[in-house]
């Protein structure tokens, strides 16, 4: 099985999320019907797109 190159794989951002969402990542089951971990994916989503939006189309996540 092949290993997928990520350019700049090693690189280090930061997203910023509450403690509700951290927790909802874990997995841990939170009474406020998914709106944390639905809003922590989407941090991530956004903080990914940011980072990769000054490569080629020609990446892994293209």
Known sequence: MEK???PN????VT???TVKELI???GV??????TSKIS???KLQHTLEK???GDDKDSALA
Do not use: F, H
Request: net charge negative.
């Open 29 to 34: 089951r939170l009474y406020d019907n998914n």
């Open 51 to 53: 980072t990769w939006s």
């Open 15 to 17: 997203v910023e999320l």
């Open 9 to 12: 794989g090693d690189e280090i």
């Open 24 to 26: 909802a990542l874990t």
């Open 4 to 6: 997928t190159k990520i």
């Open 40 to 42: 922590a994916y989407k």
